[in-house]
């Protein structure tokens, strides 16, 4: 229901002239939220704005979209939150060792490595075996592990 309000929202949103205003509640912060802070459902509450469509691509209009993430920056209480404002937490952590998986077809290999850069579930991040100290390319998981090869 809400992915379907959403997506109404974005439509209209379209369809409006460039300068048009439209009254839109979005989920803005009920507390003041810090650089590094996950967002919880508690910290949200929602507001009414009236919106041009530029602004509005440029916000998030929904809470699903905001649980769960951490803030980038500093997200004052009443204020709405933009899209750069917020990211997936980070579950690799640049210097700290990982579980690094290689699989290739039935054969795989798990070992340690350094990541050379923090990075989220889905991203791609640089590595260094620390016995060979050669740097490799993988995918960070959801449990924090890297995978690379092919699978």
């Known amino acids: ?20 205003q ?17 967002i919880t459902e508690d910290m ?4 009414r704005f ?10 998030i209009a ?17 204020q709405p939150i933009t899209v750069n404002a917020v990211e997936n937490p980070k579950l690799v952590r640049r210097g700290v060792p990982v579980r690094l998986v290689f699989v290739e077809g039935g054969l795989t290999i798990i070992t340690y490595a350094e990541p050379m850069q923090s990075g989220s579930a889905g991203e791609v991040i640089r590595v260094r075996n620390t016995e060979s100290g050669t740097v490799i390319v993988g995918v960070v998981q959801a449990d924090g592990s890297i995978v690379v090869g092919k699978s």
């Open 44 to 47: 949200l509450t929602e507001r």
């Open 22 to 38: 439209m009254v839109s509640t979005l989920p803005v912060p009920g507390i003041t939220i810090y650089p590094g802070d996950p």
């Open 62 to 78: 929904g809470r699903e979209m905001l649980v769960g993430k951490v803030a980038r920056r500093t997200l004052l209480p009443g």
């Open 1 to 20: 229901m809400k992915r379907l309000l959403l997506a109404t929202l974005v439509f209209l949103a379209a369809a409006l002239p460039a300068g048009a």
């Open 50 to 59: 009236r919106l041009t469509r530029a602004s509005l691509e440029a916000i």
